[in-house]
């Protein structure tokens, strides 16, 4: 009688635990995708693989270990002028290349995930313990350094927030006082038509009825005043604002907006 009874508890509980292991053993190897990279140790020492990878990993569920040398890669970090340009430290270009004749689909995943908006945020995000960071803004860090000193975006942040910072977060400092259902400069950045968008804002609704460029718009109708405080801007504020906008990193795809 003893004997029935450890039986019939027994027995679930074994089918039970076995099932689990049969779930969990074969329904990960079988999703298991993986990739091997390889970088050189002078970007390996860095850490920013360390804080790019997971993030890839995390949005496309392929494993990226580290390759030990580049034959054995099925994707490479290098300066060698092969693939397309990804990031740069100094006048450094990185670049990616996907490598071999049957190269995966993956390593084509990692390729395009790392030229895209949502890599770049992750790679100009890092900073190393020695300060040292990377950027992806290739048009701007490209330029000879007298060129670049042109390139200053403190008037255009301050255009932003007088006239646009109402309404939208321009930066964390603003966010609070906006309105949130109102998509912050970040989230707008992560269209990849932005900048059209802002060459026109002021022909994008809400703004027509408040808005003003000089020599551009009609004056506000007499019938139909304004209905908050005006914005009057010149087309040079407006590139200024622009010129700003083109260095906000963009907001990360989860807070991607939808425009009515
Ligand atoms: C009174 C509030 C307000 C102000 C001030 C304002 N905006 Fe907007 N803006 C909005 C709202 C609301 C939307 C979203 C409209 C929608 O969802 O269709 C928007 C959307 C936009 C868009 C996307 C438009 C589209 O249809 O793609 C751009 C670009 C933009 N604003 C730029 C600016 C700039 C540049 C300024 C400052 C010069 C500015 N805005 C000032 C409220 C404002």
């Given amino acids: 009688m003893k004997k029935e009874n450890d ?152 255009i932003a927030m007088k006239n646009c910072g109402r309404c939208h977060a321009i930066d964390e400092t603003n966010r609070k006082k906006t309105i949130g259902s109102t998509p912050s400069f970040a989230a707008l950045r992560t269209f990849q038509d932005w900048e059209i968008r802002f060459e026109a804002f002021f022909t994008l609704n809400p703004h027509p009825s408040f808005t003003q460029i000089e020599d551009v718009s009609e004056p506000f109708s007499e019938g139909s005043p304004p209905p908050i405080s005006p914005i009057f801007l010149t087309l040079e504020e407006l590139d200024e604002i622009i010129a700003y906008t083109r260095q906000v990193i963009p907001a990360d795809l989860g807070q991607r907006i939808q425009l009515n």
Avoid: C
């Fill in 7 to 158: 039986k019939i508890i027994i027995t679930p509980f074994v089918w039970v635990l076995t099932t689990f292991f049969l779930l969990l053993g074969g329904g990960s190897w079988a999703e298991q995708k993986h990739i091997a990279l390889y970088a050189p140790d002078s970007l390996t020492g860095t850490g920013v693989l360390k804080h790019i990878l997971p993030r890839f990993s995390l949005k496309h569920n392929i494993r990226v270990g580290l390759a030990p040398i580049q034959a054995q890669a099925d994707v490479v970090l290098s300066r060698q002028k092969e693939g397309s340009p990804a990031f740069q430290s100094g006048s450094e270009i990185w670049y990616v290349s996907v490598q071999g004749e049957g190269a995966s689909d993956f390593a084509e995943t990692f390729r395009d995930w790392i030229t895209s908006d949502i890599g770049k945020s992750a790679i100009e995000s890092f900073v190393s313990s020695d300060g040292m960071t990377f950027s992806t803004q290739f048009d701007v860090a490209l330029l000879t350094p007298q060129e670049t000193e042109l390139v200053d975006v403190t008037l255009g942040h301050q």
